[in-house]
């Protein structure tokens, strides 16, 4: 298993006025916008740096602290289940493209731990 990047998360209710900071004054492009979450990325490199404004996790979840995209989401979860954390959202294949799951880290942040389909 590998991470393949990992993309912290900041809550807003609306996460369209962030464009403004993240597009004008640093240069970033929206390289993902589902009206619920915006994420900005450099336009040279944009796997990393990244940066999300969420109003939610998707399908009403809580906004996770980070998101770690890993290029084997089930081997990651069977290994969560498997060290007794605390998976809050369970496994499942999301309609935007994801398959995904949220556990919580040793200090309480949830993390959203996902696959791109």
Same mark, same amino acid.
């Given at each position: 298993? !590998? ?8 809550? /807003? +209710?609306? =996460?369209?006025?962030?464009? /403004?900071?993240? @597009? ?5 492009? /929206? @390289? ?6 915006? +994420?900005? !990325?450099? =336009?040279?490199?944009?796997? +990393? =740096?990244?940066?999300?404004? /969420? ?7 809580? @906004?996770?602290? %980070?998101?770690? &995209? ?9 290994? !969560?289940?498997?060290?007794? %954390? &605390?998976?809050?959202? =369970? ?11 949220? @556990?919580?880290?040793p200090f309480g942040n949830v ?7």
């Open positions: 298993m !590998a991470v393949r990047r990992i993309v912290p998360n900041l809550h /807003a +209710t609306d =996460p369209a006025r962030a464009r /403004a900071f993240y @597009v004008e004054l640093l240069g970033l492009e /929206a @390289v993902m916008d589902h009206g619920w979450i915006v +994420t900005f !990325a450099n =336009p040279a490199n944009t796997t +990393t =740096p990244q940066v999300s404004i /969420a109003s939610e996790g998707g399908n009403g979840t809580p @906004v996770p602290a %980070l998101s770690v &995209e890993v290029d084997d989401v089930d081997a990651v979860h069977a290994r !969560a289940v498997s060290l007794g %954390l &605390e998976v809050v959202y =369970p496994l499942v294949d999301e309609p935007w493209g994801v398959r995904r799951f949220f @556990v919580r880290d993390v959203n731990i996902l696959t791109h389909r």
